[in-house]
């Protein structure tokens, strides 16, 4: 184990698969000489080489799609989409075509991806540069979205997507770079894609978060914690395909859920989960369901407003609390 | 240089044009009644061009098209009888049923589809020939497009990037004079689609898609330069006699037009051709013509006579590795 960023645990997975299979390559705006927008592939082009770290145009239709291609043909492309907000420009590429080539022609296609993007708020980079659209991408069968919350799962993570032999969306949020946590050395480790994980264990209410809101659920658990409340935290990270299991098993233990996301609430992933709960644990729930998320707004420059749109931890407490009837 | 074609060569290349032509006939009326569904895009008049280009294609070289693919699938060697199975969405079609008329593929051959959304396939096509360059392999890719996708983004995007890493790639714009019902000239700044290869840099030429031995020649050496030197475009310059799809009031063009384009049809034109050289007589021709109508009945017989998929075949092939099921509700297969 060493303690490590979650910047250091993308790189970390990045290079040892490329190491580890000649196919994987990557491919992205400012991956090579620069470094990567966010540092994550810094070093790499004097490591691998042109061949296998590509700078491209800025022009993420082409780069989404050609990638594809490539996994087409048998290569292991990691392309790195810079936000994602500008994954809407290869928006046709992911869901038209990556998520459908298997099923619309009966299997003979495989198309290996592994499309890594930068989402989430809080930077003060106004509405275009600060949004959470996960669940749009969550949308589409034959898609896999996978977004990590801790160091370790970054790395464990990241390492499934490449060997996996379906196009998987990465999200890596912006706010979580720096992050710092316990990661297994082992090249081998690897964290699986669709399955929730119990990141804190606890009897009086659950909460189920995913990537940067799962950093937020926790330290709201621990504030609870102080006032003897013990919630269970339960983090997605896949939200394609969902697995749902944990979140019914904690629920009939707990009887009380709360949903924290960073997106906006209208469709989301609370709306998602609050509804699975509904058809499978009805008769546990001691309390409606509650959704902590975005408000609805595009989220603006000024740091103070952007900090209001944006869910807290003590939004995060004041569901808890809700559910627990503990609220005055 | 192309290779010389052999009489025989030269025969089977009209008996592709043929037997295109009428499958597309039987198309639509299998269309008119009811056996085929969706949406379906006839290639006749244009059958020189997929059947010229695939004669210079290698075995082992790249295929993407649009949706207007059955023509291509054919002159590719794909068994038309899967492909007419594909469009009454059997299990025995090329895609299993799950594709059907605009979804065309086959692995085996390389063909990688059939894609329905107008310039989607570029950046695919662009990404295999990434790989091709990769692996440092001797093939191409020939992706074949509409004029009306020159005007799209991709188009600009994936011709600029094949252009900047010089990948194999030779980009094939079937100008058949309308996008759905737009004249190119209304749609595009520049008519002749082959001039905008001067925006990138790179090879280009127009050649009349009429004529299936200028297509061949042209298509060699389009495939020849990308091999060596990266992307071309060619223009191959064609008409299409029916509609869009099925159920195109056509109220775009002029019968006379139309009968003006039938009088270059390049079925006509190379019959006359082996004719005129003495490679063929009428009686020769004919008899071409006889037998691709016992394979058409074969072909349809097949595909009326071949099963619908199971019911399981909805829930195959969503992922290659599908997630172990979690779920109580195993209906949730999401």
């Known amino acids: ?328 | 240089m192309a290779r010389e074609l052999s009489k025989q060569d030269l025969l089977e290349l009209y008996r592709q044009m043929v037997l295109i032509r009428r499958f597309e006939e039987k198309s639509a009326e299998l269309y008119a009644e009811g056996k085929i569904g969706g949406f379906l895009h006839l290639y006749i008049g244009e059958e020189a061009i997929a059947v010229g280009a695939s004669k210079a294609l290698g075995e082992h070289d790249h295929l993407f098209t649009a949706y207007r693919d059955h023509g291509w699938a054919i002159a590719r060697g794909l068994d038309p009888r899967r492909v007419m199975a594909e469009l009454l969405g059997k299990a025995t079609g090329v895609s299993g049923g799950k594709g059907g008329s605009m979804h065309l593929a086959s692995a085996e051959h390389r063909y990688w589809g059939g894609h329905a959304i107008v310039g989607g396939h570029l950046p695919l096509a662009t990404g295999v020939g990434l790989a091709v360059r990769y692996n440092a392999e001797p093939d191409a890719v020939l992706c074949v497009l509409g004029e009306g996708t020159t005007n799209i983004g991709y188009f600009h995007e994936s011709i600029n990037l094949a252009a900047v890493w010089k990948l194999p790639v030779v980009f094939l714009v079937e100008n058949n004079q309308y996008g759905m019902g737009t004249e190119v000239g209304r749609a595009s700044a520049v008519s002749h689609i082959f001039q905008k290869g001067c925006a990138y840099d790179i090879a280009h030429r127009q050649v009349n898609g009429q004529n299936v031995l200028e297509m061949y020649e042209a298509v060699d050496e389009a495939l020849a330069h990308a091999r060596r030197d990266g992307p071309y475009l060619l223009e191959a310059v064609t008409y299409r006699y029916s509609g869009h799809s099925m159920g195109d009031p056509e109220r775009y063009r002029s019968k006379a037009e139309i009968e003006e384009w039938r009088e270059r049809d390049p079925i006509q034109r190379l019959g006359d051709a082996l004719i005129a050289g003495g490679t063929a007589d009428a009686a020769g021709l004919d008899q071409v013509r006889q037998a691709v109508e016992v394979e058409l009945a074969e072909i349809v017989t097949f595909a009326e006579e071949s099963p619908e998929p199971a019911d399981a075949a909805l829930w195959e092939h969503i992922y290659v590795n599908p997630i172990p099921d979690r779920q109580e509700v195993t209906t949730w297969h999401a």
Not at chain 1, 190 to 212: C, E, F, N, Q
Not at chain 1, 252 to 275: C, D, F, P, Q
Request: glycine residues 8%.
């Open chain 1, 1 to 328: 184990m060493a303690r490590i960023t979650f910047r250091e645990a993308i790189s970390q997975a990045l290079r040892e698969e490329m190491y580890r299979d000649e196919r994987v390559f990557i491919m992205g705006e400012e991956i090579g000489t620069w470094g990567g927008a966010y540092a994550v592939t810094r070093g790499f082009l004097d490591e691998f080489g042109e061949k296998r770290v590509r700078d491209t145009p800025i022009a993420e239709g082409v780069i989404a799609g050609a990638a594809a291609g490539a996994a087409i043909a048998g290569l292991r492309p990691v392309a790195e989409i810079m936000t994602i907000n500008f994954a809407f420009l290869a928006m046709d590429q992911i869901v038209n075509h990556a998520a459908k080539l298997h099923y619309m022609f009966n299997g003979q296609i495989r198309c290996p991806l592994v499309i890594r993007t930068v989402g989430g708020g809080g930077r003060q980079l106004g509405a275009t540069h600060s949004q959470t659209p996960d669940v749009v991408f969550a949308h589409f069968p034959g898609l896999k979205v996978v977004a990590p919350g801790t160091p370790a799962d970054a790395k464990g993570l990241l390492k499934s997507a490449i060997r996996d032999d379906d196009p998987v969306f990465f999200i890596e949020h912006a706010t979580l770079y720096q992050t710092r946590g316990e990661v297994p050395d082992d090249e081998d480790f690897l964290a699986p894609i669709g399955v929730s994980d119990i990141k804190r264990a606890g009897v009086d209410a659950t909460i189920v978060s995913y990537s940067k809101m799962l950093q937020v659920s926790l330290q709201a658990a621990d504030k609870l914690a102080e006032e003897g409340i013990e919630v269970e935290v339960v983090d997605l990270r896949t939200l394609r395909p969902l697995d749902t299991r944990p979140i019914v098993e904690s629920v009939r233990k707990t009887n009380r859920l709360v949903v924290v996301e960073e997106g906006w609430r209208a469709y989301g992933i609370g709306a998602e989960i609050a509804s699975r709960v509904t058809e499978l644990a009805f008769d546990h729930l001691d309390a409606p369901v509650r959704r902590v998320a975005q408000a609805e707004v595009p989220l603006p420059y000024n740091r103070r407003l952007e900090q209001m749109a944006l869910p807290q931890v003590e939004d995060v407490i004041r569901a808890v609390k809700d559910v627990m009837y503990l609220n005055p």
